[in-house]
């Protein structure tokens, strides 16, 4: 196996969607392009950066980054295969490769604070993310679907903040 990241580009398009396709049905949603996942289908529009995890010649994972204002971005799309949540794939650390590529773009943007929200059931995620240094914060978007939120903070007094 060889697994890499990569920027999105527009010849990815209709590779992403199958992704997307595939993998959301894993965790139980079905992907909506016409309504709650419209984002998908515009992705240079829609994100800051979006990023694909390939194993080989096939995409396997995605995360991306959403501008909030300055000095604020969410994390978004932090999805892979459920092939690739298995045991047997999980010591390789392949989510926390999404998720320090889209930490290490926001610090190199200058955001201060990156923010996250997800479901309470969606437990793995959740230690995935506690372990990365973001803690529980406040609703800050009107994402009905969401009933978790938390926060990383990049910086803290003009300097980058200590992270575990």
Same mark, same amino acid.
């Given at each position: 196996?060889?697994?890499?990241?990569?920027?999105?580009?527009?010849?990815?398009?209709?590779?992403?969607?199958?992704?997307?396709?595939? %993998? =959301?049905? &894993?965790?139980?949603?079905?992907?909506?392009?016409?309504?709650?996942?419209?984002?998908?289908?515009?992705?240079?529009?829609?994100? @800051?950066?979006?990023?694909?995890?390939?194993?080989?010649?096939?995409?396997?994972?995605? $995360?991306?980054?959403?501008?909030?204002? +300055?000095?604020?971005? @969410?994390?978004?799309?932090?999805?892979?295969? &459920?092939?690739?949540? =298995?045991? +047997?794939?999980?010591?390789?650390?392949?989510?926390?490769?999404? =998720? &320090? !590529?889209?930490? +290490?773009?926001?610090?190199?943007?200058?955001? %201060?604070?990156?923010?996250?929200? !997800?479901?309470? !059931?969606?437990?793995?995620?959740?230690?995935?993310?506690?372990?990365?240094?973001?803690?529980?914060? @406040?609703?800050? +978007? &009107?994402? @009905?679907?969401?009933? $978790?939120?938390? $926060?990383?903070?990049?910086?803290?007094?003009?300097?980058?903040?200590?992270?575990?």
């Amino acid at each position: 196996m060889m697994f890499y990241v990569q920027r999105f580009q527009k010849k990815y398009s209709k590779s992403a969607i199958r992704f997307l396709k595939q %993998c =959301l049905p &894993e965790s139980g949603r079905t992907l909506d392009l016409d309504g709650r996942h419209k984002i998908y289908g515009d992705i240079d529009r829609y994100f @800051e950066c979006f990023w694909l995890l390939f194993d080989k010649k096939m995409i396997v994972g995605t $995360v991306a980054l959403k501008k909030i204002d +300055n000095t604020r971005c @969410e994390l978004k799309a932090l999805y892979l295969l &459920e092939l690739y949540l =298995l045991e +047997n794939f999980q010591e390789m650390g392949l989510g926390r490769m999404l =998720l &320090e !590529t889209s930490i +290490n773009e926001a610090k190199k943007q200058g955001y %201060c604070e990156l923010f996250f929200d !997800t479901l309470s !059931t969606s437990e793995k995620a959740i230690r995935l993310y506690k372990k990365a240094g973001f803690i529980m914060t @406040e609703r800050y +978007n &009107e994402n @009905e679907f969401a009933d $978790v939120f938390m $926060v990383l903070k990049l910086k803290q007094n003009g300097k980058d903040a200590d992270r575990l």
